[in-house]
């Protein structure tokens, strides 16, 4: 089993509609999760993180955390073609060593 | 606060040669990752560095590779007698880590400069 589990895609969102992004992973002593937007040809760049069970909102964006199914998710609201994109869930573990998953690519239809 | 800058951007190379990238992290953040990402895959951990300490290195490293930081502040990702198949991008992230228990396993975040794109031809 993969440490850090994304669906590839593509995901395929009307603008407008809601994405959401699944992640799953494999240490059940997880403590931090992050969410990185990585647009093509770039590097990635920090959406969110969430530490505590439940939801944490920030504008559009929503991340979700279920530690007892070792399963987080974000939530695009309104979603715009600027947020088309790859999206990676990344999971540190207990040596800080950050395991990324193979990101989901997102694209929002205009 | 210029972010976590890395050099050269791009580069080309034939097979065989031997390669530096360098990344400067943030002022002040003392740890330091470098990662492998080729395309459709994520971010593949390379090797991180507390100050000037490494404290570890990929089994997925062959012995071509080498890093170093050794005053603790910039580090240099070294591939000797490059191969078609180190062609990729090479990310460096940096963190500040005030101490045990406080660091990105407890939230603290990492930040990610531009990358590196190495072509081997």
């Known amino acids: 089993q993969k440490e850090v589990e994304q669906n590839s895609g593509p995901l395929s969102v009307p603008e407008g509609a809601i994405a959401s992004l699944n992640c799953t992973y494999s240490?059940?002593?997880?403590?931090?999760f992050f969410w990185y937007r990585q647009y093509s040809g770039k590097s990635p760049e920090l959406i969110m993180s969430?530490?505590?069970?439940g939801d944490k909102e920030d504008g559009r964006f929503t991340a979700q955390l279920n530690k007892a199914s070792q399963y987080v998710s974000l939530l695009i609201r309104d979603s715009q073609p600027s947020d088309s994109a790859t999206y990676l869930c990344?999971?540190?573990?207990?040596?800080?060593?950050?395991?990324f998953g193979k990101g989901t690519r997102l694209h929002i239809l205009p | 606060d210029t972010g976590v800058s890395q050099d050269p951007r791009h580069k080309i190379t034939k097979r065989g040669q031997n390669v530096t990238f360098r990344c400067d992290p943030i002022?002040?953040?003392?740890?330091l990752y470098w990662y492998r990402q080729t395309l459709g895959q994520g971010p593949e951990f390379l090797t991180y560095?507390?100050?000037?300490?490494?404290?570890?290195k990929s089994r997925l490293l062959s012995d071509r590779f080498s890093a170093e930081r050794p005053k603790g502040s910039f580090s240099t990702l070294e591939i000797q007698r490059t191969e078609q198949g180190d062609s990729a991008m090479y990310l460096c992230?940096?963190?500040?880590?005030?101490?045990?228990?406080?660091?990105?396993?407890?939230?603290?975040?990492?930040?990610f400069g531009e990358g590196s794109w190495l072509t081997v031809v």
């Open positions: 992230a940096s963190s500040y880590d005030p101490g045990t228990g406080r660091g990105p396993f407890y939230g603290n975040t990492i930040y």
């Open positions: 240490d059940r002593g997880s403590q931090s």
């Open positions: 969430i530490y505590s069970n």
């Open positions: 990344a999971v540190p573990n207990r040596d800080d060593k950050i395991i």
């Open positions: 002022s002040e953040h003392n740890r």
């Open positions: 560095f507390q100050n000037e300490a490494q404290l570890e």
